[in-house]
């Protein structure tokens, strides 16, 4: 893999800022889009949109064949059993919600359990905490060790035979940590609970099989992987996706429809009222092409080389603290120089062309377990190279200097 080559692809990174050639260093938050994902949006608009499952016009065909077989290419790019599995959502956010708020509300009773962590985004433990107060359930969190990783033993200590649901990140987006989904599946699945992951950090990374992962539910976003925003998805195993109740009404999720009842279409249709999202399907579509043609495997060789390598290079930087495990990380480092606050240090780095992550992440909990108020990240993709990570302990070694005592 030749990240120096990738990175001619996408548009984006050829420019300068503030008269240094771009270093993008924020793909945790959304990643870069190469040409072909660019270019295939624009095609499907200039020559094939229309709205999907309704009209009988060539037109409307193509589109449809479109919008579907990105559904079949999306099944197989996680390890989906069927295409069936697999909800269109507006990305990971809108997929924890559907599941919160359809599953859980249906299986949730009066002391029940969800178990999640601390290490989790905000759009992983809010949807939670409402489910619990709808249901009068209890919410509980399996500990972290002290590096920020999670340990079986504590899985096992915190679910219990109440527990109806356990979630976790499958890689957390402030400790870069991988964490171990398939043993805490046994844990869970032994328990009579299922298990939710948060794929957000994970899928752009590394080759997902939700099958070997054993999870029952899997999200993931499309704009973290390449793709185009407002696209995400949600696998489901098909069965529980039958026992659920659409949350949005409207037209295409219908069956029949009377003055006082209606019943819905099987699914995954009976969640995607609405015209769907047609061409962030056909950019998702592009953006899984893309991937598999460098290789996902390469590509979560290159990150965790780069994480490592971040490591390394920072932790070499007095002043400089790094959050979560030096080894079982991937793609990001999370740190503080001394006690400049991290949009200070995120400021100084702009005006080199270093662009960074500051502040809580959308993990305010994780922030109090660390101690902290926030957080400098810097995050990596398949077009990052080394020379990024020199540029980027360049900078923070002029930060240093440009705030001199701050430095603890």
């Not at 420019?15 to 270093?23: A, D, K, R, T, Y």
């Not at 793909?27 to 499907?44: G, H, L, M, T």
């Not at 649901?165 to 991988?178: D, E, K, Y």
């Not at 120089?337 to 062309?353: M, R, S, Y």
């Amino acid at each position: 893999m030749n990240a120096e080559e990738i990175r001619t692809q996408f548009p984006i990174l050829k420019q300068e800022i503030n008269g240094h050639p771009l270093v993008y260093l924020d793909s945790a938050a959304s990643s870069q889009k190469p040409r072909s994902v660019i270019e295939a949006i624009v095609r499907y608009y200039e020559n094939d949109h229309a709205n999907v499952h309704r009209g009988v016009h060539t037109l409307g065909a193509r589109a449809t064949d479109a919008y579907e077989g990105a559904r079949e290419k999306t099944a197989r790019f996680v390890g989906a059993a069927s295409s069936e599995e697999i909800v269109f959502t507006r990305g990971t956010t809108t997929a924890l919600n559907l599941v919160a708020a359809s599953y859980a509300r249906s299986v949730l009773r009066e002391g029940d359990e969800i178990v999640i962590t601390p290490m989790e985004h905000h759009s992983n433990l809010i949807p939670w905490q409402q489910a619990a107060k709808a249901a009068g359930a209890k919410l509980k969190y399996i500990p972290l060790q002290p590096d920020g990783t999670i340990a079986i033993a504590d899985v096992e200590a915190t679910v219990t035979e109440r527990t109806k649901i356990v979630s976790v990140a499958h890689v957390s987006n402030v400790l870069g940590v991988v964490n171990p989904v398939k043993e805490i599946a046994a844990v869970a699945h032994r328990n009579g609970a299922v298990l939710v992951v948060d794929g957000a950090q994970s899928t752009p990374h590394r080759r997902i099989d939700v099958q070997e992962l054993d999870c029952d539910f899997f999200a993931f976003s499309g704009h973290k992987m390449c793709g185009p925003t407002g696209i995400g998805a949600l696998y489901g195993r098909k069965a529980l996706l039958e026992s659920m109740e659409p949350i949005e009404f409207g037209g295409e999720m219908i069956d029949h429809v009377d003055l006082y009842e209606s019943t819905w279409k099987d699914v995954p249709a009976r969640f995607e009222g609405g015209t769907p999202i047609i061409a962030g399907a056909v950019g998702l579509a592009a953006a899984i092409d893309f991937l598999e043609q460098i290789g996902l495997d390469e590509i979560n060789a290159h990150n965790e080389k780069l994480a490592h390598y971040a490591y390394e290079r920072l932790s070499a930087i007095e002043g400089v603290t790094i959050y979560g495990p030096q080894h079982n990380r991937t793609g990001l480092v999370t740190f503080n120089l001394g006690d400049i606050h991290p949009h200070d240090v995120a400021t100084v780095l702009d005006a080199e062309g270093i662009a960074i992550r500051a502040g809580h992440h959308c993990c305010q909990p994780l922030m109090r377990w660390l101690n902290v108020t926030a957080t400098a990240r810097a995050s990596f993709y398949l077009y990052n190279t080394e020379r990024d990570i020199d540029r980027l302990a360049e900078g923070l070694l002029r930060a240093k200097e440009f705030f001199g005592d701050a430095i603890g």
